[in-house]
């Protein structure tokens, strides 16, 4: 992992606590969104945007041949969550799966590269169909692959 600097904890009270959580256990806990062990989560560092400082967010695992998948839902709200903004303004984030952690560099994806992840992001987690129909705004996706 290559990202150093400080890093200031969520806001969100769930988000802080599943990451210490999952930090704490290597990924053995707080691996899968809370009360849904069928959903598992890895997380992202990524560097603020504006502040330069350290997030670390739990994301749902899409996961093919080493690349990943991270998808900007907000869970259908109008706005691209918060990290969006980090990843376009300092793409290099690093990610841990379970154990695993390595960099990344994140890249937006459309078309049928889109498509093709999209599809594999709602395989694994489908409420993301419903977030899509909530909101007027394209949910960005990006791929994660390592540096």
Do not use: C
Not at 77 to 87: D, K
Not at 98 to 110: C, F, L, N, P
């Amino acid at each position: 992992m290559t990202l150093t600097g400080e890093y200031q904890p969520s806001p969100e009270a769930w988000v802080r606590n599943q990451v210490e959580a999952f930090e704490a256990s290597d990924g053995q806990e707080a691996n899968t969104l809370p009360d849904h062990p069928e959903w598992p989560i890895v997380v992202i560092t990524s560097r603020g945007a504006k502040s330069g400082v350290l997030r670390k967010n739990p994301v749902m695992r899409v996961e093919k041949d080493g690349a990943y998948a991270a998808v900007a839902s907000k869970g259908g709200a109008p706005e691209h969550p918060t990290w969006f903004h980090n990843f376009v303004a300092h793409p290099e984030v690093d990610l841990q799966d379970g154990a695993e952690k390595h960099t990344y560099r994140a890249r937006i994806v459309e078309g049928a590269e889109r498509e093709e992840w999209w599809q594999r992001a709602a395989a694994v987690f489908a409420p993301y169909l419903e977030y899509q129909e909530k909101t007027d705004r394209e949910i960005p996706v990006f791929v994660l692959e390592r540096v």
